[in-house]
């Protein structure tokens, strides 16, 4: 079930945020890359929040879990996107403590793109994905946009900005062949980055 809300950005942010809810079910969750995601059945985040204190192997697992959790979930709706419409806007995820996916659009899907300046409104997503990280409401976020580099010889590419709680921050980007309504994923790579949603905290490590 999917539901529309809306949600302000920072003062200077114009544009009126709407968050898309998708509630997820819960499974086991393997550990995928971007192409093997896209053929798997949707699963759900490990468990978070508890209170016992975790190993740093615990964490690592916990982060590269629920990241690829989120990045299925993407990697799905992009697939959706260019199957439906050709084309889409940037636009941005959240995976709520709760497991739950809620997607952060500033251009709703289907609507025209005549005019819109994808920096602008990845911009501004990047700015919405801040705030909810800001306020500790959030897990983990991605943004989703296309790119078009010069050394690639002009492939299509989907980049994912994906982050985390504590500052993980890692760009899953894939090329993509796209035929009428059947678009397929390619090669892909990934790389670690500053993060621009969530600072990096100092995390214990330390058990009773």
């Not at 504590?166 to 760009?171: D, K, R």
Request: one cysteine or more; charged letters at 20%; hydrophobic letters at 45%.
């Amino acid at each position: 079930m999917m539901l529309d809300t809306l949600t302000n950005a920072r003062s200077k942010v114009s544009q009126r945020i709407r968050l898309m809810l998708s509630h997820t079910l819960r499974s086991k969750l393997p550990k995928v890359g971007f192409c093997a995601a896209l053929a798997l059945s949707i699963g759900a985040p490990l468990a978070v929040g508890e209170t016992k204190q975790l190993s740093p192997e615990q964490i690592t697992k916990e982060v590269q879990a629920n990241t690829q959790y989120l990045l299925k979930h993407v990697a799905a709706k992009t697939k959706a996107l260019m199957g439906a419409y050709g084309d889409f806007a940037p636009f941005g995820a959240v995976l709520m403590p709760d497991g739950a996916v809620r997607y952060v659009w500033a251009v709703k899907p289907g609507d025209p793109l005549d005019g819109v300046s994808a920096p602008v409104v990845l911009g501004t997503v990047r700015q919405a994905l801040k705030i909810h990280a800001d306020e500790g409401r959030i897990l983990g976020s991605a943004a989703v946009y296309r790119y078009q580099a010069k050394n690639n010889g002009g492939a299509n590419q989907i980049n994912i900005e994906l982050e985390y709680l504590g500052g993980f921050a890692q760009v899953v980007a894939a090329q993509y062949s796209a035929e009428g309504q059947e678009v397929e994923f390619d090669k892909g790579a990934s790389k670690n980055y500053d993060a621009l949603i969530f600072s990096p905290i100092a995390v214990s490590t330390h058990t009773n």
